[in-house]
């Protein structure tokens, strides 16, 4: 099983600095997509946790670092990159979490908790 130091170089190969304008974590926007165009500029595996620096293409703003713990099952798509599984991930002011079978997102508006239906644990694409 890779890990996440295999997965960040991985991404850092396959990835870096390609423009994508959807973040989501099991499903959910974490930025209005398309809002504006990003890039991973860096990744770092450090133990279970996957750090990736993400800035906007433009460099405007500070950078953004987008944390997936226990991360697993890396696919690139048409449109991007998908983490299948995760057992958390945070952004900014935005987390998400398991806790059986319910999906947890807190945001500064409060936490919300649904079903998983199958959904990627993070999506980066267009």
Excluded: N, Q
């Amino acid at each position: 099983m890779p890990t996440a130091s295999d997965l960040a170089d991985e991404i850092r190969a396959a990835f870096l600095h390609k423009p994508f304008g959807v973040i989501k974590f099991w499903g959910a926007a974490v930025v209005p997509p398309e809002d504006s165009s990003l890039v991973v500029v860096s990744t770092l595996g450090d133990g279970d946790r996957l750090d990736l620096v993400i800035v906007t293409e433009e460099g405007r703003g500070l950078p953004s670092i987008l944390s997936v713990w226990e991360p697993a099952g890396l696919e690139r798509t048409e449109r991007g990159i998908e983490i299948r599984t995760a057992k958390r991930l945070r952004m900014d002011d935005v987390e998400a979490w398991l806790d059986g079978a319910h999906y947890h997102h807190k945001t500064p508006a409060g936490v919300a908790a649904w079903p998983l239906e199958g959904e990627a644990a993070l999506k980066l694409g267009r």
